[in-house]
C-alpha cells in the first residue's frame, strides 16, 4: 500500500492587484447556459452586499497596491445602490463593470461618463457576449440578449468608453474565427475592437472533468486578488461564498493561501491567462 497522501497545490496570493466585490450572488435578469452561479427559483432574493461592509473593505485595504476593483455579480448593476457604490470605489481605484448590459441605455452611459469625470480614475466594462451569430448568443444567454449588449456597446462608445467584450467559448469554435467575426460585427457599429477589447474564455464543463492536481503554471485569480461577498473574503470570484474558498470575515486578518482542488479550478488552469482580471499589460503602449 503506497504512503503517499494527495495534498491539493496550494496556491500563495503574490499581490493585491484585485478587489472583487460581488454586489448581489443572486440577482441576475439573464440565465446563462455556462454561468456558475446556483441561482434561486425565487427571483426576489434580496441578497445585496451593504454600503458599509464595502466601505470597510476599503479602508482596511488602503494600503494595498489595488489596480482594481471589480463590481460583479449576478448582473451588479441591480444593486440598488450601484451609483453611491461605483463613487465611493472610484475615490480609491479603477473600477471595472462586469455586466451583461442591460441597464446601460444611452442616459445611463451620459450618466456613467459624468461619474468618470468627476474622478481622476477610469471606469472600465467588460460586457458578456457569446457568440458573433444573434440566435446562437441568445440560445446561451436569454432571448433578447444580443441586442442588448450591442446597444450598450454603441451607448458606452458614443460617450468614449472602450468596452472590453468577453466571450465565452460555448461552442468550442476557432479563437481566430471568434475574433474576426467579433471585429466585423462591432466595425459595423462603428466600434473598431483590438486585441486588447476581446477576452475569450475557453469554456470547460467543470461538473464533467477531472480536477486539476499538477503544478499551477499560468496566473490564477487567487494568486493576485481576493473576493469580498456579503458573506467575507473567499480567493475568488469562482468560489465565492464556497467554504472551499473563504479566507476570512474580513480584510483585517485574511488567509494569503489557498489549494486549488476544486474543478472550477480546472477551468483556470485551461485557460492561459486569468479568468476575471484585467491583464493591464496589453493596455501598456
Ligand atoms: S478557481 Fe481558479 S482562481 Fe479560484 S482557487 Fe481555483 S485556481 Fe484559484
Redesign the pocket.
Same mark, same amino acid.
Not at 220 to 223: L, R
Given at each position: 500500500m503506497s504512503n503517499i497522501l494527495f495534498q491539493a497545490p496550494v +496556491?500563495e496570493m503574490k499581490s493585491f492587484d484585485n478587489l472583487f466585490i460581488e454586489m448581489t450572488a443572486k440577482n441576475c435578469n439573464q440565465r446563462c447556459k455556462h454561468c456558475y452561479i446556483d441561482f434561486p427559483l425565487n427571483k426576489n432574493v434580496k441578497d445585496f452586499i451593504s454600503v458599509d461592509s464595502i466601505k470597510n473593505a476599503l479602508t482596511q485595504t488602503k494600503d494595498e497596491n489595488i489596480k482594481c476593483i471589480y463590481l460583479m455579480g449576478a448582473e451588479p448593476m441591480t444593486h440598488p445602490d450601484f451609483n453611491v457604490i461605483l463613487r465611493l470605489c472610484l475615490k480609491y481605484s479603477n473600477v471595472c463593470i462586469f455586466t451583461n448590459g442591460s441597464f446601460i441605455n444611452e442616459k445611463k452611459a451620459r450618466f456613467l461618463k459624468k461619474v468618470q469625470d468627476e474622478n481622476s480614475n477610469e471606469i472600465i466594462f467588460k460586457l458578456s457576449m457569446d457568440h458573433y451569430n444573434e440566435f446562437k448568443n441568445d440560445e446561451i444567454r436569454s432571448r433578447g440578449a444580443y441586442r442588448t449588449v450591442i446597444n450598450a456597446v454603441k451607448n458606452l462608445v458614443k460617450y468614449g468608453f472602450s468596452p472590453i467584450i468577453c466571450v465565452t467559448n460555448y461552442y468550442n469554435e476557432p479563437c481566430e474565427k471568434l475574433l474576426n467575426e467579433f471585429k466585423n460585427i462591432f466595425q459595423k457599429q462603428g466600434y473598431n475592437l483590438n486585441d486588447s477589447n476581446i477576452v475569450i474564455n475557453e469554456f470547460y464543463n467543470s461538473e464533467k472533468s477531472d480536477v486539476v492536481r499538477d503544478s499551477i503554471d499560468n496566473k490564477?485569480?487567487? @494568486?493576485y486578488g481576493r473576493t469580498l461577498t456579503s458573506l467575507g473574503v473567499y +480567493? /475568488?470570484p469562482?468560489?465565492a461564498n464556497d467554504h472551499r474558498?473563504r479566507c476570512g470575515s474580513d480584510f483585517s486578518d485574511f488567509s494569503h493561501h489557498?489549494s486549488?482542488e476544486?474543478s472550477? /479550478?480546472a477551468? +483556470? @488552469?485551461k485557460n492561459k491567462e486569468n @479568468?476575471f482580471g484585467i491583464n493591464f499589460k496589453l493596455f501598456e503602449c
Open positions: +496556491c490564477p485569480d487567487c @494568486m +480567493c /475568488c469562482f468560489l474558498g489557498n486549488i476544486t472550477y /479550478c477551468t +483556470c @488552469m @479568468m
